[in-house]
C-alpha cells in the first residue's frame, strides 16, 4: 500500500455541507401569523389555513411562509453534521455493510452493554466513526463511580468503630380519659 492510497479522500460530503449551510443562512426564521400581535400566539410555526390569510395568500409585505424553494441541495439531505451518512447498528456483524469514508455508525438504544463493548471494539479495527460513543463512555465512567463511591464507603465503614446504640426508654403510657374523669356518683376529695 502506498502512503496516498492509506490517506482518506477528501469526500464530495464537505462540499454539500457548505452548500447546506449557505442555503440555512439564507432561510428566514418562520413565525407564526400575527404572533408579533398578540401575546397569546407564541412564535413557533403554525400553517396558516385562514380563506382570507394574508401568509397563506403570500401577500406582499408579510412574513415568508415555509416552501420546497427553502430546501437544502440533495445530497446534503440525511447527512451528520460531521459529513457522514448515518447507519443505526444492532450488532458487530452488521459493521461489515459499512464504509468507513462514507458512513458512520450509530448504535441502536435497545443494544445492551455487553453487545455494545464489541460493537465498539470492532468498529475502532475497522477504523469506522462511530456518533454515539460518548454516551456509553460517559455512561461507563459513572458506572466506575458509582463502584469506586461504594467501595469507599465500606472501607469506612470498616475501618470506623461501631458504636453501641443504647435501647431506648420506654415512654410512660398516658392514662386515658376514662381514668383521669371522676365517675358521675364520686366526689374528689
Do not use: C
Request: no cysteine; aromatic share 4%; charged share 40%.
Amino acid at each position: 500500500m502506498t502512503p496516498k492510497e492509506n490517506e482518506k479522500k477528501p469526500s464530495p460530503s464537505r462540499n454539500a455541507l457548505r452548500l447546506r449551510a449557505r442555503a440555512r443562512n439564507k432561510k428566514p426564521n418562520f413565525v407564526r401569523a400575527e404572533s408579533w400581535r398578540y401575546s397569546r400566539f407564541s412564535l413557533s410555526w403554525r400553517r396558516q389555513r385562514g380563506l382570507d390569510n394574508k401568509m397563506r395568500r403570500k401577500i406582499k409585505g408579510w412574513p415568508p411562509s415555509p416552501s420546497v424553494g427553502y430546501k437544502g441541495p440533495k445530497i446534503a439531505r440525511g447527512l451528520h453534521p460531521s459529513g457522514f451518512r448515518e447507519v443505526v447498528v444492532y450488532n458487530a456483524q452488521e459493521l461489515s455493510t459499512v464504509d468507513p469514508n462514507t458512513q458512520a455508525v450509530r448504535i441502536a438504544h435497545r443494544v445492551g452493554k455487553r453487545n455494545r463493548a464489541t460493537i465498539i471494539a470492532e468498529a475502532k479495527k475497522l477504523q469506522i466513526k462511530i456518533l454515539n460513543v460518548k454516551v456509553s463512555a460517559e455512561a461507563e465512567k459513572k458506572e466506575g463511580e458509582e463502584e469506586e463511591a461504594a467501595a469507599s464507603e465500606e472501607q469506612v465503614e470498616e475501618e470506623a468503630p461501631k458504636k453501641e446504640k443504647k435501647p431506648r426508654k420506654s415512654k410512660p403510657e398516658k392514662e386515658t380519659e376514662e381514668e383521669e374523669r371522676p365517675e358521675e356518683g364520686e366526689e374528689e376529695k
